[in-house]
């Protein structure tokens, strides 16, 4: 009479036997992202900063992935926005040190640059956020009005690059220190980088899309 197998055998047979369901349930869902992948790196190839646009739309988490110029635009917006937010946030909490100068109840004040860095990178959100939700809307392939709002998107985008930009140039001024200085250059490169990418994307829509 055969002995039974043991709980470990059992419990590897068991985890073989959902892998491999796995893999057969889903191979279009794998030629799928594959396909999404390489759209993606075919469209970053002449990008200003490829490696950037490809490694930030990889990790793009909405759904369905985007295989077109238009959904990768979006995609591309929605991404330079929160890129853009998490900036904000982090400049933010470096606010309450960044100041050589006067102090309020306490508490150092940021200093002018660090301020208007601040402003700058709030107007950038919302810049950012309004040409994602005009691209998600901007009506039929090859219809008028596409142009007209793809003009807005574009208008938007090139306003939030123009902020990131004004606010890396407020940094090269004195009253920050060295430290933090570097610290905030470091974010806002990222995000102008990514926006520049998402901005020429945009341009890459034509009336069909």
Known sequence: MPRPASAPLLLLLAAAAVLLAVAAASPAESSAAASASDFIRRSCRDMQYPSVCVQSLASYGGSPLPRSPRELARAALT????????????????????????????????????????????????????????????GRAGSPVLKW??????????????????????????????????????????????TSNALALVNKVGPGY
């Open 79 to 138: 991404i330079s926005a929160d890129r853009a937010r998490a900036a904000s946030a982090y400049v933010g909490r470096l606010c309450g040190g960044a100041a050589k100068g006067a102090k309020q109840g306490g508490r150092k004040k940021a200093v002018g640059p660090v301020r208007d860095c601040l402003e700058n990178l709030a107007d950038s959100v919302g810049h950012l956020r309004d040409a994602a939700q005009e691209m998600g809307g901007a």
């Open 149 to 194: 709002h793809l003009s807005n998107v574009k208008t938007w985008c090139s306003a939030a690059l123009t902020d990131e930009n004004t606010c890396l140039d407020g940094l090269s001024g004195r009253g920050v220190d060295a430290g933090t200085r570097a610290a905030i250059r470091g974010k806002v490169v990222e995000v102008a980088q990514v």
